[in-house]
């Protein structure tokens, strides 16, 4: 029995998480898999109800768990709040407490999307690829930090701080997840202007020795966002550091369609993974059925695939996914508002017989 802990947090979040779950319990019991559900608070519910984003028993409930399962955190309601006491904050403690150091993010096209894409269809078909961002260094985390007064005006400073452990573990999932795709590494990062960017360069070096099998190229951030424009198609693993990889994974989302498509997951040595929806909590349509959960769905495809070690199940479900869509299915962001679309429940209830008849 695998206990997996789902977070649904706010907005849209426990709608989507809650068709996931249904999705997930289809595809683990088809596959002989036993699965065993907790649910605790974060983001904004949890400071509603606890004070704070995320309590100390919901973090060591996470501890005890194999896998964790996340909708979204934030809302208007929050907004105002300083930024250490923010929903968001839950989000960044659970990730930094559990080491996910690892943050994976697939981009994919499935084919009867490809004209949700802004590009054109040309550039947009055959993406697939798998951006791989480091989530708990950089400049996010980095120390000294903050805002103060100096010689009679406010300065603010952040650091950008990298050790080579923590280069060459990213380094090492990069390489890995490329050996089980198409064998290409595309390593982004400013080495013209960034010490931090030139011990990327050299440690990421290092470890590609132990890959001779994976290509590897190195690539300018400020070109790379202007690459994944024009051709999107030729990148496969894209691994760099917590600021560019932030950027760089919404701008790969993006050209892929709908953020309401695209899951993640955020892997750690402790062997335990968080997997979530890319998509924030939507308060604009929080609470309509609008929500598409095929982020979410797909966001546990990844479970299956990462945490549970159940590489089919996570097949089936991707291709339950590719079936709804292919049968015209649409929820209302992949459609022009004037089209007809279904509802969130609808969408996964299609999945869950999709991937029933195969
Ligand atoms: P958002 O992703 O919530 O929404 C952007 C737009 O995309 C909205 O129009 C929304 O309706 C639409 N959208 C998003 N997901 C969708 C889905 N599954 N189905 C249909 N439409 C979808 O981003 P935002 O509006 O910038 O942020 C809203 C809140 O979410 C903010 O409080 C923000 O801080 C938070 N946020 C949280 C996360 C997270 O939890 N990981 C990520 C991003 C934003």
Redesign the pocket.
């Known amino acids: 029995m695998h206990r997996i802990l789902l977070l649904p ?1 706010d ?2 979040g426990p709608e ?1 998480t809650a068709e996931a779950r249904r999705v997930l319990e289809a595809a683990a019991d088809a596959a002989g898999i036993g699965l065993e559900f907790e649910t605790e608070l974060i ?1 904004g519910a949890s400071i509603d109800a606890k004070g704070t984003p995320l309590t100390d028993e919901a973090l060591e409930r996470a501890r005890g768990c194999r896998a964790l399962l996340l909708g ?5 309601k929050w ?1 105002d709040m300083p930024v250490n006491t923010r ?2 904050r839950g ?1 960044l403690r659970i990730r930094k407490e559990l080491d996910l150091f690892a943050n994976l993010r697939p981009a994919a096209v499935f084919p009867a999307l490809v004209d949700a894409s802004t590009l054109r269809r040309e550039v947009v078909e055959g993406i697939d690829l798998l951006v791989v961002r480091e989530l708990t260094g950089g400049i996010y985390f980095g120390e000294p930090r903050g805002q103060a007064w100096v010689n009679g005006r406010r300065e603010a400073r952040n650091t950008m701080v990298y050790d080579e452990c923590e280069i060459a573990r990213i380094a090492r999932v990069s390489f890995e997840s490329a050996r089980r795709r198409r064998k290409l590494v595309t390593h982004v990062h400013k080495a013209n202007v960034l010490e931090v960017s030139q011990l990327w360069m050299t440690v990421v070096e290092e470890v590609a020795k132990d890959f001779s099998d994976v290509r590897l190229e190195h690539q300018l951030v400020d070109s790379m966002a202007m690459l994944l424009l024009k051709e999107p198609s030729r990148y496969d693993v894209i691994v760099t550091g917590n600021l560019f990889g932030d950027i760089l994974s919404d701008e790969a989302a993006m050209i892929t369609g ?3 498509m695209l899951p993640s997951a955020s892997l750690g040595e402790a062997g335990i993974g968080l997997y ?10 929080a609470g309509q059925d ?4 095929l ?1 979410a769905i797909l966001s546990a495809a990844m479970l299956l695939e990462h945490s549970l070690d159940a590489p089919d199940a996570a097949n089936a479900v991707r291709d339950a996914v590719a079936d709804a869509l292919a049968s015209g299915a649409r ?3 992949l459609v022009a508002p004037d089209q007809p679309s279904i509802g969130c429940r609808a969408m996964a209830d299609l999945v869950l017989s999709k991937l029933g008849s195969r």
């Open positions: 947090g907005g849209i989507v983001g979204a955190v934030g809302g208007p907004d929903p968001e989000l709908s953020l309401g979530e929806p890319v998509h924030g909590s939507a308060p604009d349509i609008a929500a598409n959960p982020a929820t209302g962001d």
